[in-house]
């Protein structure tokens, strides 16, 4: 199985929202990524986590919170975005630093 | 900073022909991949080659590596509509886990 998977596709939330996207892999990595990408740019990283710990924060708004409940799973907690942030969030994972990355669909997400 | 910069930004060609992407980055490496995206989709790893590594190929894609230059190549050979897509090289920095994309390429490949 390679594949990852993310949830829910598409996202639309209103500014006092709080919600969650979700991203699963049972390919045994022990790397997990979150990518934010808008419209005709790169994919831009935000957050890795290494063995279930986190190891890079691009300097992130704290209005995004990522969590690693175990080697399979990964979160991205949102709360109080705003309108810029709607994007295009893509969840990656890899065997470990320096291997080709696994990415899911994205989450389509707009903020309201 | 965006670690790798690809050029063309944009390239159009018939079916059959050959596309070539360059990137050029700014610092060391461990490896450099490619990926494809197709329109809103997720990415889709093509190849890697490692900084000890000057060419690779798979199917009928062909990667070179120049670390002297800081540039890569992706050549893309008797090319399909179906290779219509956006190109990203991307680069591992700070240890390998940080992985910085280039700007792209969106390629089309018209039939």
């Known amino acids: 199985d390679t594949e990852v998977t993310q949830t829910p596709k598409h996202l639309v939330m209103g500014m006092t929202n709080k919600k969650s996207l979700k991203c699963e892999q049972h390919?045994?990595?022990?790397?997990m990524y979150w990518y934010k990408q808008k419209a005709k740019k790169p994919p831009e990283l935000m957050f890795v986590?290494?063995?279930?710990?986190?190891?890079i924060n691009e300097s992130v708004p704290s209005r995004f919170s990522p969590e690693c409940p175990n080697s399979s799973l990964l979160n991205l907690h949102l709360h109080a975005l705003q309108p810029e942030d709607s994007a295009l969030y893509l969840c990656?994972?890899?065997?470990?630093?320096?291997?080709?990355?696994?990415f899911g669909p994205g989450t389509r997400l707009t903020v309201t | 900073s965006q670690q790798g910069e690809e050029d063309p930004q944009a390239l159009s060609i018939q079916e059959g022909e050959n596309a070539t992407m360059n990137c050029s980055y700014k610092?060391?490496?461990?490896?450099l991949q490619w990926y494809r995206q197709n329109s809103g989709r997720g990415l889709v790893h093509l190849i890697l080659?490692?900084?000890?590594?000057r060419e690779k190929h798979s199917g009928r894609l062909r990667v070179t590596l120049d670390t002297s230059k800081k540039s890569s190549s992706l050549l893309i050979t008797a090319s399909r509509a179906a290779d219509t897509a956006s190109y990203f090289c991307?680069?591992?920095?700070?240890?390998?886990?940080?992985?910085?994309f280039g700007a792209g390429t969106r390629l089309f490949v018209k039939a």
């Open positions: 986590y290494s063995y279930e710990k986190l190891s």
């Open positions: 990656a994972s890899s065997q470990d630093a320096t291997y080709e990355q696994y």
């Open positions: 390919m045994g990595h022990r790397a």
């Open positions: 610092t060391s490496i461990n490896n």
């Open positions: 991307a680069t591992d920095a700070d240890g390998g886990f940080k992985t910085i």
């Open positions: 080659i490692r900084s000890n590594e």
